[in-house]
């Protein structure tokens, strides 16, 4: 294991990132990391950069100061970055590739190797949030780091319901409970809760999924005319595949929302008999075995195409 507060030792500046698109994981762990280093390393600078994440994570201790630009010309000791490859850090990316030492910590399967000089990559965590608990010495952890990994962890595991859910999980979260917050707020709040746009968003791809291979996979999409319409941003339209994949008979789901003329991000789930993080690496993407994602070219009708042709390669149909 990565004994991280060895690790930067010494270093002055200290910078965290995830990848673009932030979900709940992604927030919670590089939250949780920042408001420990800075209590571990009071004497040291140390910033966090992401997008801007969705209001709901406003209840996380230091939400206000994470960075969203990366104009400053500043060359970083230590670059961590956490729950992504590089590539997928956005802005960031300029501070990992000019940092003096970059460490990854992960656990996307299609990041098995680790893309810093030290990695702590382990594909059978539930979350990125979990991993960077496991490192943290335990005496220097307090209510607003442990809360922030436990956001993390229900975004990841669907509230420990996933199959990426294991013992461990549940022993963290039990631990991490223990610090004394509302978890059952928190829940709500920030995994549960749906604007009214986002229902109604959800209700419209419910309303225009298809199934198709003899009901064993599910399409929706959300083209750009309707995601200006309900004034919807990619966050809102979180969750809508994870009620796609529960379609009785379903093993497959897929869920695309268009993001240029020719151009869908696309996220798959399994149920288990397809290997999507396969898929999505096929097509430049990656994840996890029953969640991953990726960004297709073409047409509705070319990417649904696309993906079917490995769905049903690997359904045997
Ligand atoms: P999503 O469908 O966007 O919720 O993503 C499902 C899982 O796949 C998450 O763990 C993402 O971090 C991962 N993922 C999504 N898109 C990509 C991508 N382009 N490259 C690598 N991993 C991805
Ligand atoms: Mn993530
Ligand atoms: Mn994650």
Partial sequence: ????????????????????????????????????????????????????PADVFSCIEGIEEIKTDCSEDIRYDVFIAVDTVSDRLGAAETYFKTAKKTINIDHHISNADGCGQINYVDPTASS????VYE????????????????????????????SNTSPKTLRTAAELVGYGFDFSRLIDETFYEKSYVQNQILGRALLESILFMDGRCIVSAIDRKTMDFYNAKPGDLEGIVSQ?????????????????????????????????????????????????????????????????????????A
């Fill in 244 to 316: 796609l994949r529960v379609t009785k008979g379903v093993e497959c789901a897929i869920f695309m929302y268009q993001t240029g003329l020719q151009e869908y991000k696309v996220s798959l789930r399994s149920n288990g008999r397809v290997d999507v993080a396969k898929i999505a690496s096929y097509f430049g993407g990656g994840g996890h075995v029953r969640a991953a994602g990726c960004t297709l070219q073409g047409t509705y009708y070319d990417c649904i195409n696309n993906l079917s042709l490995h769905i049903e390669k690997q359904l045997g």
């Fill in 128 to 131: 990125s949030s979990e991993l």
């Fill in 135 to 162: 490192l943290m010495e335990k005496e220097l952890v307090d209510v607003s780091v442990a809360k922030a990994i436990y956001i993390g962890m229900i975004h990841d595991t669907g509230v420990f319901q996933y």
């Fill in 1 to 52: 294991m990565v004994k991280i507060l060895e690790e930067l030792k010494g270093a002055g500046k200290i910078a965290i990132s995830g990848h673009v698109r932030p979900d709940g994981d992604c927030i919670g762990s590089c939250m949780g990391l920042y408001l420990y280093l800075k209590k571990a390393l009071p004497d040291t600078r140390t910033d966090v950069y992401l997008e801007k």
